[in-house]
């Protein structure tokens, strides 16, 4: 009986060990291999309040620092266009996952790389063409070599932008914005009172399917070498930050030059009530702000992959 309850509790024991085990067996890697399969884990930090549950995805894609994509997948061509889009730059994704607390949360994303040479896991260019392809993907570094990792922030089919001058307004995850901006070609770089970078990096784009965009984007560099273990784990060194002031659902929250003209409304009501109960004169009531230019034009589009826009 003594030996049956020895039994039984070290039985007990091997049930809470495995139980409480780590559930993956992969290690953290810094190089990769032609071929490799890699969990790529990326932890980011979104506004509190902010609610997502659609139309937002995080990509993870090997490239060369140019037009190469290295992972696998296979190329097609939008209706109506003579051009073809590998979709490597964006199968690699965890998508649409509904999101609300925590503010901070890492993330894992299954990706795999081309062999060397590659083959139809991830053919250099389309069926039926040649290496004279205008898109045509490099080989992947062999034995030896660099690559280049990115992770991908998305918010797709947002509402139109409004522009203003040097502000823009627009909406994701059911709260409004109002930001500076920087104009670099189709993309709006969005900024602070200071002038630096919102969070990591906001941008706002238009793609080429007519849709508006916000992206940030997380980089660093890999070792690719014949020698390096075939699977594990990239943990993302710089992690992506929102950093969008937040406000409560369908709030307008002004930042940069929108704050000197909340502001200075503030300034004239609180003036204009000081008038109306005898303490101030009508000469010393603030002046309302002057009307914002015309918005700039639309911007060229540019093709809808991530590659396109480095």
Known sequence: MKGLKVALALGAMAIMFFATAPTTLQEDVSSVRPGGLYSVSI?????????????????????????SCYNTGDWWQPEGSTDYIYSGWYDHRVRNQAWTTPDEKAFTITTQLVNYPRGDEGPAFPAGMDNTYSGTMVEIPSPTGTAKLRTRLLFRNLAEPTFNGDQVTFKVGGITYTYAYEQVGSDYDLKTADGSAVGTGATLTLSSSDEWELKYDS????????SAAATGTITMSSPIVMGLASAGSDVTVFVGVGAVVVVVALVAIFMFKKKRSGGMAGSDIAPPPPSPPEAPPTPPKTPDVPGFTL
């Open 43 to 67: 932890t980011v930090t979104k506004p509190a309040g902010m609610s997502l549950s659609s139309d937002w995805e995080i990509r993870a894609y090997y490239y060369n620092g140019g037009l």
């Open 219 to 226: 980089t660093q560099d890999l070792i690719v070498d014949n």
